[in-house]
């Protein structure tokens, strides 16, 4: 089964969320991540280099989750 994109918590139980992704692209270098946390964080973080974006939780908007995951399946699209 293949998957578009991966919506990632920072914050899991065992794992946490940037060696999650760290994980994936190791087997899946292409598929695009999206960080999801309530934490405070900015794009230039160091626990960002696996991800193509951030989400801040909570999401009060919606159609900010609907447009970032739409722009990252257009471009990746693009890309192939």
């Not at 292409?30 to 960080?35: C, G, T, V, W």
């Not at 696996?50 to 908007?61: A, C, G, R």
């Amino acid at each position: 089964q293949t998957f578009d994109l991966a919506i990632i918590d920072l914050g899991l139980p065992d794992m946490t969320g940037d060696q999650v992704a760290k994980t994936i692209k190791k087997s899946v270098p292409h598929l695009p991540l999206i960080m999801m946390t309530g934490w405070a964080m900015s794009d230039t973080d160091p626990k960002m280099q696996y991800f193509e974006k951030l989400l801040q939780k909570p999401i009060s908007n919606p159609d900010d989750l609907i447009k970032t995951i739409s722009s990252i399946i257009n471009t990746k699209q693009k890309a192939e």
